[in-house]
C-alpha cells in the first residue's frame, strides 16, 4: 500500500512541475462558474456557494504546491 502511494505522489510530482499554473487557473474557473450560477434560479449550489469554496481551496493548494515544486 506505501508502495502504490509513494508512486502516485512521484507521478503527481512530475506532473505538476510541468503545469504549475493548472491548479490556479481550474480555481478561477470555479469561482466564475460559481457567479454565473448566482445568476440562475436559487437552488443547493447557489445558496452554499460550493465552487466558491472548492476553487478557494483548489487555487491555495495550487499556489502552495507550485511554490514547493
Known amino acids: 500500500m ?3 502511494l509513494s508512486q502516485l505522489l512521484t507521478w503527481l ?4 512541475s510541468s ?7 481550474l ?3 470555479l469561482i466564475v462558474l460559481n457567479f454565473i450560477l448566482r445568476f440562475l434560479p436559487p437552488n ?3 445558496q452554499t456557494d460550493l ?3 472548492l476553487g478557494l481551496i483548489i487555487a491555495i493548494f495550487g499556489f502552495m504546491l507550485a511554490w514547493a515544486l
Open 2 to 4: 506505501t508502495e502504490l
Open 13 to 16: 510530482s512530475e506532473f505538476f
Open 19 to 25: 503545469r504549475k499554473g493548472l491548479l490556479p487557473m
Open 27 to 29: 480555481a478561477v474557473v
Open 44 to 46: 443547493w449550489l447557489n
Open 51 to 53: 465552487f466558491l469554496h
